[in-house]
Nanobody, 124 residues
Framework: QLQASGGGLVQAGGSLRLSCAAS????????IGWFRQAPEKERDFVAA????????LYSDSVRGRFAISRDRAKNTVDLQLNSLKPDDTAVYYC???????????????????WGQGTLVTVSS
């Protein structure tokens, strides 16, 4: 089971750090992604990381502002959100699949397990 945490209310230009933890297993060989869903919108890809190699993917809308990383000691995948904008307001979900999908990882259908989501609200 995946557990996302770290959301909250922040002013535009501020930062937050989200964390995704897995209970009962480790992330070896997994691909872990972050998605977000704003009210009445589709769930959009944000970033993904390949646990074994550390290779990362980002959406164009967050590249250069957000950073995804893995913490081997804690068995977590973190998402650092910097220079936040009101348009970043959404529920953020972490998701995982047992093996990295080459050429994929940007579609929600590529993932097997999902966390419950954590709300990020950016005020103007």
């Amino acid at each position: 089971q995946l557990q996302a945490s770290g959301g909250g209310l922040v002013q535009a230009g501020g930062s937050l750090r989200l964390s995704c933890a897995a209970s009962g297993r480790n992330f070896n060989n997994y691909g872990i992604g972050w998605f977000r869903q704003a009210p009445e919108k589709e769930r959009d890809f944000v970033a993904a990381i390949r646990w074994g190699t550390g290779m990362t993917l980002y959406s164009d809308s967050v590249r250069g502002r957000f950073a995804i990383s893995r913490d081997r000691a804690k068995n977590t995948v973190d998402l650092q959100l910097n220079s936040l904008k009101p348009d970043d307001t959404a529920v953020y979900y972490c998701a995982a699949r047992p093996r990295w999908l080459v050429g994929g990882m940007r579609n929600p259908d590529d993932y097997d397990d999902w966390g419950q989501g954590t709300l990020v609200t950016v005020s103007s």
